[in-house]
């Protein structure tokens, strides 16, 4: 029998055809959370609706149990109108009402509602997670974006507990018994993706903003941030309720519509599958923005970010809502574009655009390459593939294309189709014809052929410059060109781009910009005017300021400069491109991983922002220990790991820098090849022989530390043990899950591989959606001669295991445990087994799920780059 837990376009488009002018009553019952051996919550759901008299329609509700079903006042046959994930609802009248009385199942994979039970003081905390169709794993609804309702919400709970919805709470009932019913402020209009429970004994702190509406009204927006109870020392309400007030000043200013959700709660809760989730009025975000170890700089911004983004999607995406999620992008994108403007706009924090161009933009465009690559409209037929598309197109490309839209069309204009896109759809669905329309009015530019260009087709442009000099060095002709394939259709695909081209010289011995050019290219080529009849720039950087989103390609007298003085530019965005560009590079076996090593090592002690050292340094240590071949690897990681002990010596103490450093030693430090330095300081680190001044060796670097011991096989189970010590928490469970699975022994690597593809550890307890993960990456640290083995039960089991598990902890296991470790032989590429393990699975499991294809030819397609960057090399 086919799974019903899918669920399509046709089918959503289907019921609404069929039915409107929903309202939802909810009533939750989690008083016995606290109890381990309860696995169910009562979810009794009121549904009112009208629909075409006669016609029926289903109900989605992945449930632990459906007691009754009324429709219109009569009982439904419960045998017969539930099923496993749906419930039917015949013979429907013009006006309804549909009672489902039932039950849910609390989760562990982060995925309905999920519940966790704090190690360091046994509370329970819970929190829902629905994106995209994971409401019904709590209460019976028409799981689709574009059948928006209001919902009325209560939650019975202990009484102690802090409990929170989307609306705000307007009534507490005492029950006597130690157990109270909260009732919630009836919402606005919103989707089901985005209704959200909170409950448990959440440490909670409030605030408020008051500020300027469009029209010169005073808003204010009860403040609330929350965190579990044992995080309560460590939580910086402050900052964040700063961010928060710094965004909604700027977000009244740039939207011109009012916030329309009431109360605006901020909640950080652990376990969670992802950086955030913009449920109106009640944010969620993964706790580990709270930060209980030393924080960068960089992580600073980070959070902001994430605060500033979901900010964004109170407007883009809740109130404005796509109507499938074909569109996911018309919010995702948005958000994304606009979480990191608002940064540089409203706070200090770091410098956004550097870190969008180092790291949301080399995401898309590893995204890009892969075969699953699609346009940023994307074709979604079911929710499973909606699920996937949470991914660096739908996000950082296409915000991406939104920093070049506000190029292209000029920043106005951007916003007051933002303006107008709000005012004429609130509360209500759209698709990117919505969008383009009020870009079109805004711009006074016909749209239609740049949306097609850069939105509905896939794949990276490139960009690079044509030189042609005499022999004394005058540029003689000069032209920026693009190129670029659309892997999904094949053909040619050349996008208007407004661009800049620097020119920098050495001066005064800094790389210094001599000249920065604005360009539109509308085809394959467009003069350079400026260059031609000057002297020879020592480097050209296309795509300076990182305007346009392309990967870049330096001619070969730049790219030689750029290799030993990259760091010498004196603009930062510019050197963020040119960073990028020498990754892409590196990941397309066009630069020797070795020879970016060196660069990096060679430069890195220059670099000024923490940020952009974390990222470098990461960079460099997957290049050699993935894409150096293996004979390169030993000398390449000492020198590599001098390095980084030399700058980690001469840090500034208690400096950023330092942190950076010191976890970068932790890292190298797991890998096969490290010099005895490394290992002698991480043991000292550890033991407290060795320190450095300002240097704290808190949870995360000790527990960094400790897994570099396990990996090496320096650590037993015992001092593993030993180090959850005396004080347990979250960190420390996953620090010590992901430890016990790094030890290079068979038994070890065995025990790991069979409690990852069980989903139970071995004392066969549930292995949540983190300990899932943080076991699999213990697994993977080590050679592939420990792995192989266990290679042909992974291929032997991967259907069952997607038929058995929820998409998101399938996803996690197939990615976790696949054999992405390999080296080149001189066989070549295609002789690699683990490749062709894997090339023979696609081929013999055509009609496997679309969703467990799409990983396993992305988790191919990445070990077959990784082998020809080592075969390149050779
Ligand atoms: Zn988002």
């Not at 320190?691 to 704290?696: E, I, K, Q």
């Not at 899950?737 to 139970?760: H, I």
């Not at 993960?773 to 050679?783: D, K, P, V, Y």
Request: with cysteine; hydrophobic share 45%; net charge negative.
């Amino acid at each position: 029998m086919e799974s019903t837990k899918n669920l399509t376009r046709t089918e959503t488009a289907q019921r609404t055809a069929t039915v409107s002018d929903v309202a939802y009553r909810l009533e939750i019952d989690v008083s016995s959370a606290a109890d381990p051996s309860v696995s169910t919550f009562g979810s009794t759901t009121t549904i009112t609706f009208s629909a075409t008299p006669g016609a029926s329609t289903f109900l989605d509700f992945l449930h632990g149990g459906v007691d009754s079903v009324t429709l219109n006042g009569a009982e439904l046959p419960v045998d017969e109108v539930v099923g496993e994930h749906r419930i039917t609802l015949p013979h429907l009248a013009e006006e309804n009402t549909v009672v489902v009385a039932g039950h849910g199942l609390y989760s562990r994979s982060g995925e309905g509602l999920h519940r966790f039970v704090d190690p360091a003081d046994s509370n329970t905390y819970l929190y829902t997670q629905y994106e995209p169709a994971d409401a019904r794993r709590v209460f019976a609804n028409f799981e689709q974006p574009d059948l928006k309702a209001t919902y009325d919400v209560s939650v019975t709970a202990p009484a102690t507990w802090h409990v929170a919805s989307n609306g705000a709470s307007q009534r507490m009932d005492h029950h006597g018994n130690g157990t109270a019913t909260w009732h919630f402020a009836r919402t606005p209009r919103l989707s089901t993706y985005i209704t959200a429970l909170l409950a448990g004994p959440y440490h909670y702190v409030t605030d408020e903003w008051t500020g300027t509406t469009a029209d010169g009204g005073t808003l204010t927006i009860e403040l609330g941030a929350s965190c579990r109870a044992s995080l309560a020392d460590d939580f910086d309400a402050d900052r964040i309720f700063d961010v928060t007030k710094a965004g909604l000043d700027l977000f009244h200013r740039l939207f011109a519509y009012p916030y329309p959700w009431g109360k605006y709660d901020q909640a950080f809760v652990p376990e969670y599958n992802l950086g955030a989730m913009e449920n109106p009025g009640l944010v969620t975000f993964t706790e580990s923005y709270v930060f209980t170890s030393r924080a960068t700089a960089a992580q600073h911004e980070g959070r902001a970010n994430t605060l500033l983004h979901e900010m964004a999607h109170m407007w883009f995406g809740d109130l404005v809502t796509m109507a499938w999620w074909d569109d996911l992008w018309l919010k995702e994108s948005f958000a994304d574009y606009m979480g990191t403007l608002a940064v540089e706009r409203a706070t200090d924090l770091g410098q956004p655009w550097v870190t969008f161009a180092n790291r949301r933009k080399a995401w898309a465009y590893v995204q890009d390459q892969l075969p699953t690559t699609h346009p940023i409209v994307a074709d979604i037929p079911d929710v499973d593939a909606a699920k996937q598309n949470f991914d660096g197109i739908t996000y950082a490309k296409g915000a991406s294309v939104l920093k070049q839209l506000a190029a292209f069309v000029g920043e106005d204009a951007f916003f007051t189709a933002a303006r107008a896109y709000f005012e004429r759809h609130a509360f209500g669905n759209t698709t990117l014809a919505d969008f383009l329309a009020v870009l079109s009015e805004a711009s006074g530019r016909d749209m239609g052929a740049w949306a097609e260009a850069w939105l509905k087709t896939a794949g990276v442009p490139v960009l690079g410059v044509d030189l042609d000099t005499d022999e004394d060095g005058t540029v003689r002709s000069a032209h920026l060109v693009q190129e670029a394939t659309d892997p999904v259709t094949g053909e040619p695909v050349l996008r208007p781009h407004v661009v800049r081209v620097g020119t920098f010289e050495v001066i005064d011995g800094r790389l210094q910009r001599t000249g920065s050019h604005e360009v539109e290219l509308t085809g394959a080529r467009a003069p350079l005017e400026p260059l031609v009849g000057q002297p020879r720039p020592a480097v050209v950087l296309p795509n300076d300021e990182d305007l346009t989103y392309a990967k870049v390609r330096f001619d070969e007298e730049s790219l030689a400069v750029l290799l030993e003085r990259l760091t010498e530019l004196t603009e930062p965005l510019a050197q963020a491109t040119a960073w990028a560009a020498l990754w892409n590079m590196v990941r397309d076996a066009a630069l020797p991983a070795e020879r970016f090593s060196r660069a990096v090592a060679g430069m890195v002690g220059q670099i000024a922002e923490v940020g952009v050292v974390q990222l470098v340094l990461e960079q460099a240590e997957t290049a050699l220990n993935r894409y150096a071949p293996p004979s390169a690897r030993p000398a390449a990681l000492e020198a590599l790991s001098d390095t980084v002990l030399g700058q980690l010596r001469d840090a500034e103490a208690g400096s950023d820098h330092q942190v950076a450093y010191a976890r970068a030693v932790a890292r190298l430090g797991r890998s096969e090849h490290v010099s005895a330095a490394v290992d002698s300081t991480v043991d000292g680190l550890l033991a407290g022989t060795t320190s450095f001044a300002g240097l704290d060796v808190d949870e995360q670097l000790r527990w960094a530390l400790v897994q570099a011991r396990a990996a090496r096989g320096r650590a037993d189970q015992a001092e593993i043990d030993a180090a959850l010590g005396s004080a347990p928490s979250a960190v420390a469970t996953v620090g010590h899950a992901l430890a016990s699975a790094a030890r290079p022994e068979p038994e070890v690597k065995g025990r790991a591989f069979r409690a990852v593809m069980a989903g139970r550890d071995h004392e066969s307890n549930v292995l949540s959606n983190d300990a899932l993960s943080a076991t699999a990456a213990g697994f993977q640290l080590g050679s592939h001669e420990l792995l192989d083995g266990f290679s042909a039960e992974y291929w032997g089991a991967l259907e069952d295991l997607w038929a058995r598990l929820s998409i998101g902890l399938a996803t996690r296991t197939v990615q976790g445990l696949f054999p992405a470790a390999q080296d080149i032989t001189a066989e070549g590429v295609d002789a690699n087994p683990a490749l062709q393990a894997a090339r023979a699975w696609l081929a013999g499991h055509e009609t496997a799920p679309a969703a467990l294809r799409r990983v396993v030819l992305e988790q191919t397609d990445t070990l077959e780059r990784t082998l020809r960057a080592q075969s390149a090399a050779l």
